[in-house]
């Protein structure tokens, strides 16, 4: 339930955050905090590093979905995330959601479906805070199927008091590179080769456009979005897609996600094929 932020309500919970900078129960009392703001029914706070994966600092999940984020995404589908490319080139402070985001034909990509739909994510805020070393905090806020997508208003009242979120924030994780285990020698060493495959996946059989139309596709982008990207037709896009496959020995775009997933290491297949768009 939100409350009015006139309120000594408000006031409390901004000075229990205070007093939480510099402890362990921060990430919990800022999610705490923002849940008076506006209702959302998930939260994650996450630190994005330089040249590591993203570490997890707190979740509110359900558990079958805890499981499916954590088994997937931090082995490597982080990188096809939108929220992923921002928080890597995010220079300042910033309320992002997904539908500002994502590209146009993200909601018919096979991450999309295979992800974000099955956790059952009907939309998602990103609040991203620029922190030292190219490090970046982000808040994720998200609502379920049942909920309504996120409003203007929501998005208006979380960017009046984003410079003091920022701030805190800041001053809690001063040093982005500290947060998570001490030996990051493992994680590194995965988000090399995530972005190892990423970079050449499929190079020995395509040629570089058709490499690079690949690279665009499993970011979420429609042919038309594509064509404009790369100064080609949507047509000529289509025919590159259809080479594409021939010379993968795919069908369709699910069996192209699926190929990308086993060169990640990552065993599953999407259950559904998106439409060539």
Known sequence: MTIDLRTPE????????????ERPGFAECLVRTLSAMLDFSSSMVLIYRRDDTPFIVHDHLERDQQ?????AYLSGIYLVSPFYREARTCHTPAVKTLKTLAPDGFKQSEYYKEYYSQIGFSDLIGIFVPLPNKACAMISLGRDGN?????SRDITRLSITLPLFAALVRRHWDDGNAVGPENTKNTKST???VLEVFRTFAH??????EAEIVRLILLGHSSKSIARLVSISSETVRVHRRNIYAKMGLTSQ??????FLTALGI????EQQAPET
């Open 10 to 21: 408000w006031y409390a919970l901004l000075a229990d955050l205070g007093t939480e900078v």
């Open 67 to 71: 499981d499916r984020f954590t088994s």
């Open 147 to 151: 909920e309504p997508a996120f409003r």
């Open 191 to 193: 988000h090399a080769h």
């Open 204 to 209: 020995g059989e395509l040629t570089p456009r």
């Open 254 to 259: 699910g069996d192209l996600f699926s190929a």
């Open 267 to 270: 065993e599953g297949k999407p």
